[in-house]
């Protein structure tokens, strides 16, 4: 038989639990997501990242603030550190593309070189057949299938056309500036007559590109290597549109054939024409 001990005399009656208060909504939370997802929308827009930047860490440190206040709902917050989180990682990922693309520009030149235009038939005439033609297995203006004299080499930034080569220049050389250095003992200079026309953004100095002499033995002669007072010399500043046209002077060794290189960009676009 089952026995209920009564509530002993005077202790007061039992009181019902209160009902647990609700959460209230996280305002600082809120503000947290919202900054969250925008930055990580900006996060992935090359043009906009320091947007998401900015916003990412705001959003992060807002969220784990969050996090600790009392009596409030913590969804949002929780959601803003992991958004905040993941758009710091995207952000990254697409700056280090962005760099990686800009560095690529500036060392591997500006767009792919194209060869254009007749050359000039005398000189073809004196030299390979096959100048200056597409046909061959390499790629036309590279040192195996150079371009020919009077075709244009092109980029994104600039069109050249080597006009003539004289590879015999010495006495041009030497009438032109009484001081100027005699070819050493097995040399020769030679001139080469260029057109350099701008395509790109701002001005660029023509002689910032250089024209060197590549022998067939490997040998490279650059126009800078030995400085003299040339007739005509190629100089001068231009801007879109212009053009520059003048000679270049390079000491070759006499008897050596080879072709001439021209830099179309700082650290790329190396293309080559054949010469007499």
Request: some cysteine; glycine content about 12%.
């Amino acid at each position: 038989m089952t026995t209920f001990q009564s509530r002993p005399p005077g202790m007061p009656p039992m009181q019902p639990v209160p009902p647990r208060p609700a959460k209230q909504r996280n305002v600082l939370g809120i503000i947290a997501l919202v900054c969250a997802v925008v930055g990580f929308v900006f996060s992935c827009i090359p043009g906009a990242l320091i947007v998401g930047w900015v916003l990412l860490p705001i959003a992060f440190v807002l969220g784990l603030v969050g996090l600790f206040l009392s009596g409030k709902t913590k969804g949002t917050s929780i959601a803003a550190v992991i958004i905040s989180i993941v758009g710091t990682v995207v952000a990254a990922a697409v700056f280090a593309f962005v760099v990686a693309d800009a560095f690529d520009d500036a060392f591997n030149g500006s767009g792919d070189v194209s060869v254009s235009g007749q050359g000039n038939e005398n000189v073809m005439n004196a030299l390979d057949s096959g100048v200056g033609e597409a046909g061959d297995s390499k790629e036309l203006g590279s040192r195996e299938n150079p371009a020919a004299i009077g075709q244009t080499l092109s980029n994104d930034d600039w069109d050249v056309t080597v006009n003539s080569f004289n590879p015999n220049a010495s006495a041009e050389i030497a009438a032109e500036n009484p001081f100027n250095e005699p070819p050493e003992p097995g040399f020769q200079y030679a001139i080469a007559n260029v057109t350099f026309t701008y395509k790109g953004e701002g001005s660029e100095h023509v002689s910032s590109y250089p024209v060197a002499f590549v022998a067939e033995d490997g040998n490279v002669t650059r126009d800078f290597d030995r400085s003299v007072v040339t007739p005509d010399m190629l100089m001068g500043e231009v801007y879109a549109g212009g053009s520059a046209t003048g000679n270049v002077a390079l000491h070759i060794q006499e008897g050596k054939p080879g072709v001439l290189r021209i830099e179309l960009g700082y650290f790329g676009d190396e293309v080559f024409v054949a010469v007499p």
